[in-house]
């Protein structure tokens, strides 16, 4: 059965249709300009159906969803179905210029996905410049019709974005950054589903409320669609248990707070068992960035037992961690274990024919005709293997597909270009260019890859949340400092690691992750900081096609936009 929501999304007419799999839904997003008041302030917003967070989905394992997406808006838009392994459909993943050239003004196109190997919370947003601030929203994949949660059934479900604000418009922010060569203004506010909270007083009265009963356990579905910073996030008085991220179940983790990066999910269970009353719900950022300029604000909503008793005068915060507690960060990240069980078993490939090695760095640039406000009077950019990804005028998919030349290279670095002490100190100035290039790493079908994503202390360190499309990966080591490939895998966990599609790499640190190549066609690898990816930390995976027609990309759709 499905529990009860709470939800302060837009309900919308689902069609079903029953097929082999499952049920096909039927959606309609309209991508819009709408009025919206928060700190004060009024100013048009992206919204999809006029709604800020924009509405849920709510489907099972098996199912296939239909969107159409028709753009009412002034700027280009897409959608990203995040999490949403999309099988041999790269069409319908959702990057610009990656996997389609973006919906203009005026025009329409179809998604379609099926929900295969995702169980859990996942979610949906803009992948077109800064769109993703107000355009998104959850996904909700229920169990298969007849399996049930491999935890207790909880009595409701809860979802919660976690998200920002913005008195100045959005869309404008990448581009006026750009001029300067500085990094992007910071957020005004963070939210809880679209509200600031009670710390800020224009948004006081707006606070998101969530009313319980004593005893009994609600599943909060926490999302972060925060653009350029890391959260913790906790409950006052209400430990917390982790039972999911990123569309997959995790061993139960108990634990006073969560850190999720921008891009992640986590499934976790409230046991409403304190004394009723009224409690604060808070989130504020994890900044590990030395020098790098973040919003210091905390957002908050109120936790109200059902039920008579006097109101506290003022209801209790949670004792959050400070903002550069990355041991914090680390204790809560170092606990994680996949649910590795009959029905979700941890399919870890432990034969490796593809090793890969990654760093991932922020990068400075000379200006052209004036100084900048970067620092040394130069301007961002970033990299991934010193190559700052530079986005085509047409989509690579559709370029690789119909063999069209000059739009990408296929020739990655495997490796770094140049060995040096990733995460020393003081490193050499010359370390501080990067090259460019529109850039894919060929990938066999169904090869077994292990991937080490290594920070690097370039110009900063800074906590990386890198995300995968169109796979899941198995964290299976992470450390500080640099890799050792004599020592490290020797630690690694083989037997139950985290199945996620977005890691944050440690600070001055590194990951590495396991997965088969079984997914054909072109996908996106990039940070989920906005303003990394802005700068270029971004390249591409080309899956090759498998020997026979199951194991092939789909024929694009006849809708798929032009550029």
């Not at 949670?318 to 680390?330: D, F, G, V």
């Not at 024919?353 to 760093?359: K, Y």
């Not at 047409?394 to 290279?409: K, N, S």
């Not at 499309?469 to 490939?485: A, R």
Request: aromatic residues 12%; positive net charge.
């Amino acid at each position: 059965m499905v529990p009860k929501i709470f939800a302060p999304f837009l309900v919308f007419h689902v069609l079903l249709i029953a097929n082999a799999y499952g049920k096909t839904h039927h959606h309609t997003f309209v991508v819009k300009s709408s009025p919206y008041t928060r700190l004060c302030s009024t100013k048009n917003i992206l919204t999809v159906n006029g709604k800020f967070p924009g509405p849920t989905l709510k489907v099972h394992r098996g199912d296939k969803v239909i969107i159409k997406v028709y753009n009412k808006a002034k700027h280009n838009i897409t959608i990203h179905w995040h999490g949403v392994r999309q099988k041999r459909n790269p069409w319908s993943d959702g990057p610009e210029y990656i996997t389609q050239c973006p919906i203009q003004p005026g025009n329409k196109y179809t998604y379609k996905f099926e929900l295969t190997t995702e169980e859990g919370t996942i979610w949906w947003h803009a992948h077109s410049g800064w769109a993703r601030a107000t355009v998104h929203g959850v996904i909700i994949v229920y169990p298969r019709r007849g399996h049930h949660y491999p935890f207790p059934k909880p009595y409701a479900e809860v979802p919660i974005i976690l998200g920002e604000w913005w008195k100045k418009e959005v869309m404008e922010i990448p581009g006026n950054a750009n001029v300067t060569g500085g990094e992007p203004i910071l957020s005004d506010a963070y939210t809880i589903n679209g509200q600031p909270g009670v710390l800020y007083p224009c948004s006081k009265k707006g606070t998101f409320r969530v009313t319980v009963d004593y005893g009994k356990t609600y599943l909060l579905r926490i999302i972060s669609a925060v653009m350029d910073e890391d959260l913790f996030f906790a409950i006052s008085q209400h430990k917390l248990t982790l039972v999911g991220t990123d569309g997959s179940y995790t061993k139960p983790l108990k634990t006073e707070y969560i850190m999720i990066t921008p891009g992640q999910s986590m499934d976790v269970l409230l046991e409403a068992n304190q004394p009723p009353s009224l409690y604060h719900m808070a989130a504020r950022s994890y900044s590990s960035a030395k020098g790098a300029g973040f919003d210091n604000t905390t957002t908050a909503a109120i936790l109200k037992y059902r039920g008579s008793y006097p109101p506290p005068p003022s209801p209790s915060f949670p004792p959050l961690p400070p903002y550069n507690a990355t041991q914090a960060s680390t204790d809560f990240m170092r606990q994680l274990r996949s649910l590795a069980s009959k029905h979700h078993p941890a399919k870890v490939p432990l034969e490796i024919d593809t090793h890969l090695f990654f760093t991932i760095s922020v990068n400075l640039l000379n200006c052209s005709n004036k100084p900048c406000t970067g620092p040394l009077g130069k301007r961002f950019s970033s990299s991934i293997n010193n190559i700052s990804f530079v986005t085509p005028s047409m989509d690579v998919l559709q370029a690789y597909y119909y063999g069209i030349h000059g739009v990408f290279e296929d020739d990655f670095p495997r490796k770094p270009p140049k060995k040096f002490n990733y995460t020393g100190d003081n490193l050499p100035e010359n370390l501080l260019n990067t090259a460019f290039g529109t850039k894919a790493l060929v990938l066999e079908y169904n090869a077994s890859v292990e991937l080490i994503l290594q920070g690097t202390n370039v110009l900063v360190g800074d906590n990386h949340p890198i995300h995968l499309h169109g796979y899941s990966f198995h964290v299976v080591g992470w450390g500080f400092g640099n890799f050792d490939p004599r020592k490290d895998p020797s630690r690694y966990n083989l037997v139950d690691p985290p199945e996620e599609t977005t890691v944050g790499v440690p600070n001055n640190g590194w990951v590495a992750i396991r997965f088969r190549a079984d997914n054909p066609g072109v996908w996106l690898m990039h940070c989920h900081l906005e303003r990394h990816q802005s700068w270029g930390m971004s390249m591409l995976f080309l899956v090759k096609n498998g020997a026979t027609p199951s194991t092939q990309m789909v024929r694009p759709p006849l809708d798929l936009p032009k550029c």
